[in-house]
Nanobody
Framework: QVHLVESGGGLVQPGGSLRLSCAAS????????MGWFRQAPGTEREFVAA????????YYGDSVKGRFTISRDNAKNTVYLQTNSLKPEDTAIYYC???????????????WGQGTQVTVSS
């Protein structure tokens, strides 16, 4: 079993930034990719970003390209999402997820964290 815990969410003004963290524990030896997804009230889950664990590959959803950056620290079993130039439409619960498949395969994520709330408002 893989356990994921997100942190770093909060209330930010438009144009501000947050860094979200996801700490992984448990049987993580088989994990090959980590990703971030988000879901706003009344909407479906949206892919945000993903990163391969053992390769230098990253992927981003169109709505966040150029503003968000995903990174990892394998020694700490931690994945980060740096969110810049935040907009009100970025408001959502952000979920960390882990995959045993390819990072770009957004349907392959099986393990999920509990989520952290990001609210962008004046």
């Amino acid at each position: 079993q893989v356990h994921l815990v997100e942190s770093g969410g909060g209330l930010v003004q438009p144009g501000g930034s947050l860094r979200l963290s996801c700490a992984a524990s448990g049987s993580i030896f088989s994990i090959q990719a980590m990703g971030w997804f988000r879901q706003a009230p009344g909407t479906e889950r949206e892919f945000v970003a993903a990163i391969a664990v053992y390769e230098s590959r990253t992927y981003y959803g169109d709505s966040v390209k150029g503003r968000f950056t995903i990174s990892r620290d394998n020694a700490k079993n931690t994945v980060y999402l740096q969110t810049n130039s935040l907009k009100p439409e970025d408001t959502a619960i952000y979920y960390c997820a882990a995959s045993k498949g390819a990072a770009h395969d957004t349907g392959s994520y099986y393990y999920w964290g509990q989520g952290t709330q990001v609210t962008v408002s004046s």
